[in-house]
């Protein structure tokens, strides 16, 4: 099995099987493999498509399979590929689902859903942690009830001052008026 990073050419069941066994029991490492045939053009023209995804996805494997030079076939991984190019997906060792066609924009709306899948199960795994981090400062910065209602009341206070002051320049004023017609009349 020739490997370069996170990119495998796969040449046997057997080298499969080693990929797979080299993840743990609870692995949630992603694996795709592009099961491909040397004369089919869609498996040719997905290829590149298929390098650039691994070096955008690069915490997934991927994973490359000729079936015109794959040896020892079971039929293990292969048993549900009935063309090519198809790209069988798995998490750690469990099958996910199968995308066949050479449609570039699919394979990736495919990838999306997936990834989407596995970052929403991280962050609900790492959510009690955050809280846990998180609460404390909450409950300093929460005020209790009493205290909100005081701080209301405050400032409906510090309102009502500037509103009577408010009024009594207006009072002055009036009265000031009142005055000068007084004397003019």
Same mark, same amino acid.
């Given at each position: 099995?020739?490997?370069?990073?996170?990119?495998?050419?796969?040449?046997?069941?057997?080298?499969?099987?080693?990929?797979?066994?080299?993840?743990?029991?609870?692995?949630?490492?992603?694996?795709?493999?592009?099961?491909?045939?040397?004369?089919?053009?869609?498996?040719?023209?997905?290829?590149?498509?298929?390098?650039?995804?691994?070096?955008?996805?690069?915490?997934?494997?991927?994973?490359?399979?000729?079936?015109?030079?794959?040896?020892?076939?079971?039929?293990?991984?292969?048993?549900?590929?009935?063309?090519?190019?198809?790209?069988?997906?798995?998490?750690?060792?469990?099958?996910?689902?199968?995308?066949?066609?050479?449609?570039?924009?699919?394979?990736?709306?495919?990838?999306?859903?997936?990834?989407?899948?596995? &970052?929403? *199960?991280?962050?609900?795994?790492? $959510?009690?942690?955050?809280? %846990? /981090? =998180?609460?404390?400062? #909450?409950?300093? &910065?929460? *005020?209790?009830?009493?205290?909100? $209602?005081?701080?209301?009341? %405050? /400032? =409906?206070?510090?309102? #009502?001052?500037?509103?009577? *002051?408010?009024?009594?320049?207006?009072?002055?004023?009036?009265?000031?008026?009142?005055?000068?017609?007084?004397?003019?009349?």
């Amino acid at each position: 099995m020739s490997q370069v990073n996170n990119l495998f050419m796969i040449r046997s069941e057997q080298l499969l099987d080693t990929l797979f066994n080299d993840l743990s029991e609870n692995s949630q490492k992603i694996i795709l493999i592009f099961v491909s045939q040397n004369e089919c053009e869609p498996s040719k023209s997905l290829y590149p498509f298929f390098i650039s995804l691994s070096k955008k996805y690069k915490n997934y494997y991927f994973a490359f399979l000729n079936l015109e030079n794959y040896s020892f076939n079971t039929g293990k991984y292969t048993s549900s590929v009935t063309g090519t190019p198809t790209v069988l997906f798995y998490k750690g060792r469990n099958f996910l689902k199968e995308y066949q066609g050479g449609d570039y924009n699919e394979l990736q709306y495919e990838i999306n859903e997936i990834h989407e899948i596995k &970052n929403k *199960k991280i962050i609900q795994n790492s $959510k009690p942690v955050v809280e %846990e /981090k =998180i609460q404390p400062m #909450i409950q300093q &910065n929460q *005020k209790t009830e009493k205290q909100i $209602k005081e701080e209301k009341i %405050e /400032k =409906i206070e510090q309102l #009502i001052s500037v509103y009577n *002051k408010m009024c009594l320049i207006e009072l002055k004023k009036l009265s000031s008026m009142k005055d000068m017609h007084k004397r003019l009349c």
